[in-house]
């Protein structure tokens, strides 16, 4: 479900990446001027389509989701700060159409960071890296006795 709007979104994006990188030349000259000016702010926007098409059909198959969501949820941050700049807008209609949108995106980063998160139902890296810490502590506390009960005989 997730996929669905990034592959809408994207596609779109594509279309229109003229007017969209207009719009977002704040974000996309300078990476444009960092390439070198290999890339304009047109093929900017393209990229970031081309991402969130590709890592969209992954995470829909579920190939490497959690990497697929964190990669989501990274090329949904600049695109909602710039296309969605309702605090810039005067025009209360379009001002409140575009809160909703960003607070739309802003959802969609929420339920990416619990994809990202998810274990599907596996002990997470952190649990793991806690319990071996406990564990290593424990063998440590162990042998340490014993190298004390050797001395004391």
Same mark, same amino acid.
């Given at each position: 479900?997730? !996929? /669905?709007?990034?592959?809408?979104? %994207?596609?779109? *994006?594509?279309?229109? /990446? ?5 719009? !977002?030349?704040?974000?996309? $000259?300078?990476? #444009? !001027? #960092? ?10 926007? $393209? ?6 098409? !590709?890592?969209?059909?992954? =995470? #829909? ?7 697929? *969501? ?14 969605? *700049?309702?605090?810039? +807008? @005067? ?7 575009? $809160? ?5 995106? %802003?959802?969609? +980063?929420?339920?990416?960071? =619990?994809? %990202? ?6 002990? @997470?890296? =952190?649990? @793991?890296?806690? $319990?071996? *810490? ?6 440590? %506390?162990?042998? @340490? ?9």
């Amino acid at each position: 479900m997730l !996929s /669905a709007t990034f592959v809408v979104g %994207a596609t779109s *994006a594509w279309k229109r /990446a003229e007017v969209l990188a207009e719009k !977002s030349q704040r974000v996309t $000259k300078p990476i #444009a !001027s #960092a390439t070198g000016g290999t890339l304009t702010p047109a093929d900017l926007v $393209k990229v970031n389509a081309v991402v969130q098409v !590709s890592a969209a059909g992954l =995470f #829909a198959l579920g190939v490497f989701p959690r990497v697929m *969501a964190i990669v989501l949820g990274a090329s949904l941050v600049p695109t909602t700060i710039v296309g969605h *700049a309702y605090w810039e +807008i @005067s025009d209360e209609p379009d001002r409140t159409q575009q $809160k909703i949108h960003f607070l739309k995106n %802003a959802g969609l +980063i929420g339920g990416l960071m =619990f994809a %990202a998160l998810d274990t599907g139902g596996r002990p @997470s890296v =952190f649990w @793991s890296g806690r $319990k071996a *810490a406990i564990g290593f502590k424990d063998t440590l %506390a162990s042998a @340490s006795q014993s190298v004390l009960d050797v001395a004391d005989r």
